[in-house]
């Protein structure tokens, strides 16, 4: 029964060069103190500490760091409450976390990330001062070092109530992202998302709704809808990642497995590719005809579909799902009545499910159908145009 507002965490400068404190002033074993100066705008919870939050406000905080409301590196549970119009410079408008997380019956919204997360980020995928655009991610070194050094993803949890008069969805909406995750980010770790509506989102690079990166991600009994990425997966983007050793070379990420349950991706958008959902390798570029890099191996991420309808999402290709180099299962799952806006002549394109060098396999209760101008293209069985 407690707000917060107003709160500003701001990563302390030394007088004379207005910076951060020389290494050399900092005592041997301090540095890892030094980190978390900047998270939190309303709660930091450091390693080791936990928080319980009932029925709390957190609004209009700000971090110049990461968590524009909490940063956790603890145990935090926040149970019907609301984390409302924050804002973190780095990653997580709302929430950071890099320890455990749960998010019960309570209410994300409104909260911007000038990073990733505009919501919630699990783990921040590299350090908040690195690379922003996806060609100089590869650059040698960054993510390595700094004042945050590399981030490590944790568990979230997000639940609603769902029996009972007094039922209530979990929602994360009309956040804002600078980078990836408009609504959820998360860079490894586990996380696992119940009885919640995710709408409104927007990412200016992929994955307007959620970001899921190396990731065990379960979205179960969720609404995804009218969220927005000015890149690739309006809706949901799924990878297993490509890792960037910090000589510049392509190492191979860690395996990424989702599952989408029981849920309903619609209206999403997408200015690139995979206007409900983008599974596989992000880096597709489109004056090769999708074909990233003759050396690419196989990106290892795996989705998993069932009793899920993708309906009246719009990307450039791939409408209702673009799966790239990836392998994508669906279960009594119906795409139906997605658009791609590509006109192209490199292209074959695909209003429903556009697979790109990869494996889509439909059950017989599956169902794509009625999307604009063709249901699929390349290689995906048991579906007809």
Do not use: M
């Amino acid at each position: 029964d407690l707000t917060v507002k107003g709160g500003n965490a701001n990563e302390f400068k030394y007088p004379g060069g207005g910076g951060p404190a020389p290494t050399a002033l900092v005592p041997d074993g301090k540095d890892d103190d030094k980190r978390f100066e900047g998270d939190g705008g309303a709660l930091l919870v450091e390693r080791g500490g936990s928080a319980h939050l009932s029925n709390v406000k957190l609004v209009d905080n700000n971090a110049e760091g990461d968590g524009g409301a909490i940063a956790n590196y603890g145990r935090t549970w926040l149970k019907e409450s609301k984390v409302v119009g924050n804002h973190a410079q780095g990653d997580g408008g709302g929430v950071y976390n890099e320890g455990i997380l749960k998010v019960e019956e309570t209410h994300v919204d409104d909260n911007t990330a000038g990073g990733n997360g505009g919501g919630i980020a699990n783990g921040g995928g590299e350090h908040h001062d690195g690379p922003v655009d996806l060609a100089s991610a590869a650059k040698p070194g960054k993510g390595d070092k700094g004042e945050h050094g590399k981030h490590h993803a944790g568990t979230v949890e997000i639940i609603g109530a769902h029996e009972g008069k007094d039922a209530s969805l979990s929602t994360l909406s009309h956040n804002r992202a600078g980078h990836n995750g408009g609504g959820l980010f998360s860079s490894g770790g586990w996380v696992t998302v119940s009885f919640t509506a995710i709408g409104g989102n927007v990412a200016c690079e992929n994955g307007g709704g959620v970001y899921a990166e190396n990731t065990d991600l379960l979205l179960e009994k969720v609404h995804v809808a009218g969220n927005h990425a000015d890149g690739d997966g309006g809706g949901v983007v799924t990878t297993g990642g490509r890792d960037w050793a910090g000589n510049g070379a392509e190492k191979d990420g860690l395996a990424g497995s989702a599952t989408i349950a029981d849920s309903a991706v619609v209206d999403n958008t997408a200015g690139r590719f995979g206007g409900g959902i983008f599974n596989g390798e992000w880096l597709v570029k489109i004056e090769d005809g999708f074909i990233v890099r003759d050396h690419d191996k196989d990106d290892n991420a795996t989705l998993t579909i069932r009793d899920t309808e993708i309906k009246g999402n719009t990307a450039l290709n791939g409408g209702g799902i673009f799966n790239n180099k990836a392998k994508i299962t669906l279960t009594k799952t119906h795409v139906t009545k997605n658009t791609a806006t590509d006109s192209s002549k490199l292209h074959r394109v695909a209003g429903g499910v556009l697979n790109n060098e990869g494996r889509v396999k439909l059950d017989d209760k599956s169902l794509i159908s009625n999307n604009d101008p063709t249901n699929c293209a390349n290689t995906v069985e048991d579906c007809f145009n």
